[in-house]
């Protein structure tokens, strides 16, 4: 990724947020929430999750579905990893399967697919609650501090 890249995509939308008068604790919890729900291990469900958070929770959208996009390959770099710890909780034997064969498994029938891999499915949202919890706890309060000095950097520049 380049430093330009980073800016269009990622700086620049959250200066434009603060601009607009969207509070640091909210673009936060936005991008927190963003990054926890857009690696949830079902996949298809993301962006339903992210419009609820949203909604519930009344947040930036754009900014949530933003983050939620741009995550989207950690989504499937983390789904076996999320089917194993979530079996070593429960301390049952190891689901021997990869994202190509789940993805094979969609393709095929999404039907069967849902059927042979619930339970593989609940193992991982065990895991991936437990971590989720704890990673949007951490992103938030380590970006709130740093996207408040941010605001007042921009407010002092305005003045």
């Not at 609820?52 to 009344?58: K, S």
């Not at 770099?77 to 789940?102: D, N, Q, Y």
């Not at 999404?110 to 609650?129: D, G, K, S, Y």
Request: charged residues 10%.
């Amino acid at each position: 990724m380049s430093a330009g890249w980073l800016r269009r995509k990622i700086l620049n939308p959250v200066l434009d947020l603060l601009r607009q008068g969207i509070t640091p604790e909210k673009i936060a919890l936005s991008i927190a929430l963003g990054i926890t729900l857009g690696v949830t291990p079902v996949l298809g469900s993301t962006s339903i999750l992210c419009f609820l958070a949203a909604v519930l929770l009344r947040l930036n959208l754009p900014a949530l579905q933003l983050v939620n996009y741009l995550v989207y390959p950690l989504q499937f770099a983390l789904l076996v990893p999320f089917i194993r710890v979530g079996g070593w909780i429960l301390s049952v034997p190891p689901v021997r399967i990869t994202v190509g064969e789940i993805i094979a498994l969609i393709r095929a029938d999404v039907w069967n697919a849902i059927a042979t891999l619930w339970t593989a499915t609940l193992h991982a949202l065990l895991a991936w609650f437990m971590f989720g919890s704890l990673a949007s706890l951490a992103i938030y309060v380590l970006l709130a501090p740093v996207l408040r000095r941010l605001s007042q950097s921009l407010q002092a520049g305005t003045r």
